[in-house]
């Protein structure tokens, strides 16, 4: 079986990040950690989540972490199929301590995202002082709280990776897997080192998220290997989330310049959104999943 037309008509615009230097907070600019822009009457998200330091197993109350803000009419340029708001300020946020994956319908909150349509009346907002506590087992001050870093921004085709093109194109026989692989790197899009995004495809770690993403919003706990849920259901789902569902943001571990954010293992977390949710421009109803090796 040849894949390379199939490909051809699977090709998702990416919006590729790059995070590097130190960053003077512009107001309403483009850029990964530091003090978010926000508005007047803004109150910052919280998430109660099982504590993981001193006290395990007990849930307490804990700020989300500020990841990054991106000025909207910046991303314009970049944006090929218009997806994305051209007006305000998307911000995303994320609860780092617990770190919670996303399997659980209880997991709902531990991540935000604010798109704030008009960006003239925003003001910068310090973090939590809960977030700049000492924490066990971490020894970092400031935990949870960033320094801000330029985001360079560029625009890059991505396609589907094995974990989803293997529920795109259900029952293909195992001998296609290594000529899907060659066909695929002819493209010449496989991307090293750090992999940021916003939109396109996700650099899969694990598996096809979208039928995760489907599944817990239906109220299915995906702890123990999707033991509760009917096939019928599991198959449905993978039918209908590759529509239903988009990523919407990538962030990988970042490690450099006073940055020390480590998902899991080396891992990277991905903010979902359903194709109705993002034309209505409905970004409170993002799903956050997190993998790793």
Known sequence: MHFKKQLKNMFRNSIRLKIGTPAKEIPGGTRFGGAPDVPADFEWPVFTGEWYGEGMGTRKERPLSFLAQFDCAGLAAYDADGLLPHTGLLSFFYEVETQRWGYDPKDAGCA????????????????????????????LPDFGVFPPLKIALESVPSLPGAADYICLLPGLAPGDW??????RAMFGMEPEGQISKLLGWPDVIQS???????????????????ADVPDAEIREAERSSFEGWRLLFQLDSLQKDGVDLMFGDCGRIYFYIRTEDLKARRFDRTWLILQCD
Do not use: I, Q
Not at 114 to 130: G, V
Not at 208 to 226: F, H, K, P
């Open 208 to 226: 096809n998220m979208t039928t995760e993403c489907e599944l817990v919003s239906r109220g299915y706990y995906l702890g123990d290997a999707w």
């Open 178 to 183: 290594a000529r899907f692989e060659k066909e």
């Open 112 to 139: 935000r995202v604010f798109w704030f349509e008009d960006a003239a009346p925003l003001h910068r907002m310090e973090p939590p002082a809960a977030l700049r506590e000492e924490h066990p087992p971490y020894t």
